[in-house]
Structures are given as C-alpha cells and as structure tokens.
Nanobody, 119 residues
Framework: QVQFVESGGGLVQPGGSLRLSCAASGIIFRIDYMAWYRQAPGKQRELVARIGGTTTSTGSTNYADSVKGRFTISRDNTKNTLYLQMNNLEPEDTAVYYC?????????WGQGTQVTVSS
C-alpha cells in the first residue's frame, strides 16, 4: 500500500522559511522521480518541484518558475523521505502541500500539510 505522510507546514510571515518533510512507504522510493505538489483554495493542484531517482537522472531537480531560487527539493533515500526547503515565502505560496511520485499515484494522495504565509 502506497502511503505519503507530509509534515512541517504552518503559519509564517512573508519572507520567512519552512521545511516540509514527506515520509513515503509502499514504494521503492530510491527509484522514482518524486515531487512536491500544492493546491491553493479554488485552484488546481500544481507541481512545484521534482527530483530524479536512481533510474531517472539521479538527483536532478526541476522547479516551477514561481518558486525557482526560493525552494529547494531534496531526498534521503536511506529514510524514504522527501524534503522541501522553502525560503523567502510569499503570500502566493499559501496552499496545501503534498508529495507524490511523478507521475502521481492518483489513489494515494496523503492528507497534505497546510502552509499559510500571512502577516
């Protein structure tokens, strides 16, 4: 059973930082392209950042233009854990953040972690 458990969200002021974590189980984590997605109220879920696995450009990263230079995705294959370091946060980053494979396991979305950027 594929499962993703996200954590680390919270309320932060503009310009602040947060580090999200995602514990994955039920998959061969090190192999897969993994990603962080987010969904803001009234908007579709979007891919924010992704990172290659051992069979797909190990460690290579890609970012949405809106977060490039502010967010950093990383992974620890020994812990089956995905991370997202978010710096210089903006109100537009407010959303529920999810992790999943690329392409996503459509029936295995976790509960996500809420990130709210507000003064």
């Amino acid at each position: 059973q594929v499962q993703f458990v996200e954590s680390g969200g919270g309320l932060v002021q503009p310009g602040g930082s947060l580090r999200l974590s995602c514990a994955a189980s039920g998959i061969i984590f090190r192999i897969d392209y993994m990603a962080w997605y987010r969904q803001a109220p009234g908007k579709q879920r979007e891919l924010v950042a992704r990172i290659g696995g051992t069979t797909t450009s190990t460690g290579s990263t890609n970012y949405a233009d809106s977060v490039k230079g502010r967010f950093t995705i990383s992974r620890d294959n020994t812990k089956n854990t995905l991370y997202l370091q978010m710096n210089n946060l903006e109100p537009e980053d407010t959303a529920v953040y999810y992790c999943n494979r690329v392409p996503a396991f459509v029936n295995s979305w976790g509960q996500g972690t809420q990130v709210t950027v507000s003064s």
